[in-house]
Every structure is written in structure tokens, then in C-alpha cells.
């Protein structure tokens, strides 16, 4: 199983033209350090001030396990075109961003989500921006995403020097998420 923090724009509209001067900042204030042979970084020297963990000092293996279970990797994935979505077996009860009525069956959503630019409330009948889906904590999308593994849902959160760094490097506002798969 699969326990990731992700931090993404708070708008679905958002990006950033590439990567390159996000991984650059990331790297400097030591949230990713190397590279590996897959793309994603093993953990800078500073990622546990960065994030803030919320209860007790967790255990999060800093190095692939050999069982191939959590570690804090950190993946940094587009620009999207459009807004990717990542939902997971923690998601839970989604809702309209129109009437606020709960999406109580959202797989099929995450399975055709390439193709649904629309996607239309059978509650309050109003077609939306399949982006402007309200996940709450529990999933969410972005055009730009930091993926950090080993954190389950609610463990920590980014620190305002994270927050504030990605702020200044983006210009947007960013939030987050927790994803479990
Ligand atoms: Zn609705």
C-alpha cells in the first residue's frame, strides 16, 4: 500500500510552464535530494521540518524498503494539460460543487476522468468542470503535483516555509491532500 501527502494548486487552473525552477527550490531548501533510476527523489536533508507532523514522531523509512513498502519518496509530475486527478481507497464521499450533494459513486469518474471534461450532478442536475469536484482532503487534482510517499492521511501537513516557498515560486496558492492505493 501507497500513503502520499500531495501538494497541488489550489486552482485546477493553475500550472507552472515546467518543473525545472520548482525541483531547483525544492532541492536548495533540502525538501528532495537525489534523483533515482524511476524519476522521483529520495528525501532532502530537511524534509521533517518542512512538513509538519501532526502527532507523535512517525516512522518513515527515509530509503526503499526491500519489501517495497512506504518510504518518503518524492515524485514531481507535469504540467497537465489539464488537471489530474488522484483519488484512492481512502477517498470518501466527494461533493457537487454546485449543491454540495454527496458523489456517493465516483469510481466511474476516476475511470473515464481523460475524457470528462463535464460532468453533470444527478442531484441538483447542474453541469460542472469535472476539475471543480469538491474531494475535500481525501483526493484531489492538480495541473503540477508533489507527491511525498509515506505519510497516511492526516499525518502532517506542509509548513508555512513550504507553503510560502511554493507560493513564491509559482505565484499561486497551493493546498494539499492525502491519497491511499
Ligand atoms: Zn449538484
Redesign the pocket.
Known amino acids: 500500500m501507497s500513503n502520499r501527502l500531495v501538494l497541488h494548486p489550489l486552482s485546477a487552473r493553475d500550472s507552472l510552464p515546467d518543473l525545472g525552477p520548482l525541483r531547483a527550490r525544492l532541492l536548495g531548501v533540502g525538501l528532495i535530494g537525489d534523483m533515482q533510476d524511476d524519476g522521483t527523489h529520495l528525501a532532502g536533508p530537511r524534509i521533517m521540518e518542512l512538513i509538519t507532523f501532526l502527532g507523535c514522531m512517525p516512522y518513515l523509512p527515509m530509503e526503499p524498503r526491500d519489501d517495497g513498502g512506504d518510504y518518503a519518496f518524492i515524485r514531481l509530475s507535469g504540467p497537465y494539460r489539464r488537471a489530474r486527478l488522484l483519488a484512492g481507497r481512502n477517498t470518501v464521499r466527494p461533493r457537487?460543487?454546485?449543491?454540495?450533494?454527496v458523489i456517493g459513486d465516483w469510481q466511474p469518474i476516476k475511470l473515464a476522468w481523460e475524457s470528462i471534461a463535464e460532468w453533470t450532478?444527478?442531484?441538483?442536475?447542474?453541469a460542472?468542470d469535472a476539475s471543480e469536484i469538491r474531494w475535500r482532503e481525501n483526493g484531489g487534482v492538480g495541473r503540477v503535483l508533489i507527491e511525498i510517499g509515506g505519510v497516511h492521511p492526516s499525518e502532517a501537513v506542509p509548513s508555512d516555509e513550504l507553503r510560502g516557498l511554493l507560493k513564491d515560486v509559482s505565484g499561486f496558492d497551493w493546498g494539499w491532500f492525502y491519497v491511499q492505493d
Open positions: 457537487c460543487p454546485h449543491c454540495n450533494g450532478c444527478p442531484k441538483c442536475g447542474e460542472s
